[in-house]
């Protein structure tokens, strides 16, 4: 699907313009053109009308594509790759019960000579949808740069929201393993792990592409964007630093949650161990009772049954008191 936009000015009531970005049918100068998941006549349109660079393509539409800054010297495009975060497909999740996350890329391409900047994904883009319905304020097509700043501001404070939604769930998740270790919540904390790990990797990928850009060799910065450029790299540090502190976190409450399920299982062998060497003493008496030995009283059924209990409950008594048994 490919759509078009692009910011005109409107005259509002005292006279005064202001910036309207609305859709517009083909096509043109300082347009921005949005691009989710396209056929394959979609991807021949971009290579043919708009002569992008194939290789950009191509990367635009790796799912595997990490995030990174390329620049085609001969024709002046520009590629910008970040990983934005995703709520994980319920179908596709260790359990539907919980919100897990992933990332996904998103592509800007930077065309100049349509004078035009176009974004690219393989699925709906969260962030595409924000400047597509007006959500992120301050938006002009025609400013290319501040756009695209504009786009990581918001992708670097998504990850923050994100990151404390796998917060809290983490938090509730562990106030029920303390009240019962399930093995479905457990398996819970496998989502949890798996998307601090996927923001981590994309967060630190995202933080060198920033720096990339600001040293201004494949993007334009012009000085109005440096305040705007500082701001996104605050951001993506912040959640960097959340994203840290989470994953410490967790890793030392997995540990203590190992530690525990460690000693309950020594606990509970110690205490079959100890069972069975109190139900031992009844078969230990009755067995030499069993041999072809003269014994005392072997004629009286009753003497080895009541021997058999007095040793079970003398055995029971030591062992309570040496607190074997804690």
């Given at each position: 699907?490919?759509?078009?936009?692009?910011?005109?000015?409107?005259?509002?009531?005292?006279?005064?313009?202001v910036p309207f970005t609305g859709r517009v049918d083909a096509p043109v100068r300082g347009c921005w053109t949005s691009v989710v998941a396209p056929t394959q006549e979609e991807r021949?349109?971009?290579?043919?009308?708009?002569?992008?660079?194939?290789?950009?393509?191509?990367?635009?539409?790796?799912?595997?594509?990490?995030?990174?800054?390329?620049?085609?010297?001969?024709?002046?495009?520009?590629?910008?790759?970040?990983?934005?975060?995703?709520?994980?497909?319920?179908?596709?999740?260790?359990?539907?019960?919980?919100?897990?996350?992933?990332?996904?890329?998103?592509?800007?391409?930077?065309?100049?000579?349509?004078?035009?900047?176009?974004?690219?994904?393989?699925?709906?883009?969260?962030?595409?949808?924000?400047?597509?319905?007006?959500?992120?304020?301050?938006?002009?097509?025609?400013?290319?740069?501040?756009?695209?700043?504009?786009?990581?501001?918001?992708?670097?404070?998504?990850?923050?929201?994100?990151?404390?939604?796998?917060?809290?769930?983490?938090?509730?998740?562990?106030?029920?393993?303390?009240?019962?270790?399930?093995?479905?919540?457990?398996?819970?904390?496998?989502?949890?792990?798996?998307?601090?790990?996927?923001?981590?990797?994309?967060?630190?990928?995202?933080?060198?592409?920033?720096?990339?850009?600001?040293?201004?060799?494949?993007?334009?910065?012009?000085?109005?964007?440096?305040?705007?450029?500082?701001?996104?790299?605050?951001?993506?540090?912040?959640?960097?630093?959340?994203?840290?502190?989470?994953?410490?976190?967790?890793?030392?409450?997995?540990?203590?949650?190992?530690?525990?399920?460690?000693?309950?299982?020594?606990?509970?062998?110690?205490?079959?161990?100890?069972?069975?060497?109190?139900?031992?003493?009844?078969?230990?008496?009755?067995?030499?009772?069993?041999?072809?030995?003269?014994?005392?009283?072997?004629?009286?059924?009753?003497?080895?049954?009541?021997?058999?209990?007095?040793?079970?409950?003398?055995?029971?008594?030591?062992?309570?008191?040496?607190?074997?048994?804690?």
């Open positions: 699907m490919i759509e078009y936009y692009k910011t005109s000015h409107e005259v509002a009531a005292d006279g005064t313009k021949r349109w971009m290579l043919e009308e708009l002569h992008v660079n194939p290789e950009f393509v191509t990367s635009a539409l790796d799912d595997e594509e990490t995030s990174r800054v390329d620049l085609d010297a001969e024709t002046g495009q520009a590629l910008v790759i970040v990983d934005c975060p995703f709520v994980e497909d319920e179908r596709e999740a260790v359990d539907p019960s919980i919100v897990q996350y992933d990332t996904h890329p998103l592509a800007v391409l930077f065309l100049p000579e349509q004078d035009a900047i176009m974004t690219v994904s393989l699925k709906p883009n969260a962030t595409v949808d924000a400047v597509a319905g007006g959500r992120i304020s301050g938006v002009n097509t025609a400013q290319r740069t501040r756009l695209l700043l504009q786009m990581l501001l918001f992708i670097s404070r998504r990850y923050q929201a994100d990151l404390r939604s796998i917060n809290r769930q983490f938090r509730e998740n562990e106030r029920k393993l303390r009240r019962s270790m399930r093995n479905a919540d457990l398996i819970k904390m496998l989502g949890f792990e798996k998307s601090l790990v996927y923001f981590s990797t994309s967060l630190k990928a995202l933080d060198a592409t920033v720096r990339r850009i600001g040293y201004g060799r494949t993007v334009r910065l012009y000085e109005d964007d440096r305040d705007l450029l500082d701001d996104v790299s605050i951001e993506i540090r912040q959640a960097i630093e959340m994203c840290g502190i989470y994953t410490e976190v967790f890793n030392e409450t997995m540990d203590t949650f190992g530690s525990l399920i460690n000693n309950n299982l020594n606990l509970t062998m110690r205490t079959l161990a100890i069972i069975t060497l109190v139900l031992s003493m009844p078969t230990m008496v009755f067995s030499f009772y069993g041999m072809n030995t003269a014994l005392p009283l072997d004629e009286a059924w009753v003497f080895p049954l009541v021997l058999s209990i007095v040793l079970s409950v003398v055995a029971a008594v030591w062992i309570m008191r040496s607190r074997l048994i804690k």
